[in-house]
């Protein structure tokens, strides 16, 4: 059975707890790298991390691009929205289909 995890600040992230998501609260790239590979190796389907986190850990998160799980997906942190998050999935879909049809070249 695959799991899904949330990755974030203790406050961006506490709530997911409540829907039954694997919550890993933590501030710091060195440390949210860490739990990335791990949950990548133990059966996520599915990883949710705060955008914050996501900006500094690119190359990472890169990493499993082209695997079939885990998805890698960026949330807004308690900030609010910086946008991280649509131009990733942008970029997927314009590497899927070759053009950018969700903006037509726009942000």
Known sequence: MYK???IGERDSVLGFKAVGL????????DEAKKILHELAKDEYAIIYITEGLAAEMEKDIDKYKDYR????????GKEGASGTG???????????????????GEK
Do not use: N, T, Y
Not at 69 to 76: E, S
Not at 88 to 99: F, I, M, Q, Y
């Open 22 to 29: 694997d919550v890993h609260p933590c501030s710091q790239s």
């Open 4 to 6: 899904i995890g949330v």
């Open 86 to 104: 649509m131009d990733s999935v942008r970029k997927s879909v314009e590497r899927a289909v070759g053009a950018d049809i969700l903006f037509g």
């Open 69 to 76: 799980l885990p998805a890698i997906i960026p949330i807004p």
